[in-house]
């Protein structure tokens, strides 16, 4: 990983002082963190994929810890956009470091 793409990485500063926040948003990036982007034959990762299922439910799992119940905000069409996102993301930041 290049060093512009963990600088940028980096910069997250969140200003709330939420911990029910702060705890949902690293449980979500710790996942995301941990998506495999690539198969073993060198191809990306595709929703067609059960790793990409996993992570999906996974994700969709994440709850903001609420005081009654946890809430589960995350619905797996929005967590497939937000893993489909990630691997693009990565494979965008692999490519402008072998440049």
């Not at 702060?22 to 034959?41: A, C, F, G, Y």
């Not at 060198?42 to 609420?66: I, Y």
């Amino acid at each position: 990983m290049g060093k512009d793409s963990m600088d940028r990485k980096d910069k997250l500063n969140l200003k709330s002082s939420s911990t029910m926040f702060r705890e949902w948003v690293t449980q979500m990036d710790n996942v995301l963190s941990k998506v495999e982007t690539h198969k073993i034959d060198g191809s990306l990762l595709t929703k067609e994929d059960s790793a990409f299922h996993n992570a999906r439910t996974v994700l969709a799992e994440c709850a903001v810890q609420c005081k009654a119940a946890p809430a589960y905000v995350i619905n797996e069409w929005v967590a497939s956009d937000l893993i489909e996102d990630e691997i693009e993301s990565r494979d965008a930041e692999m490519e402008k470091d072998e440049r």
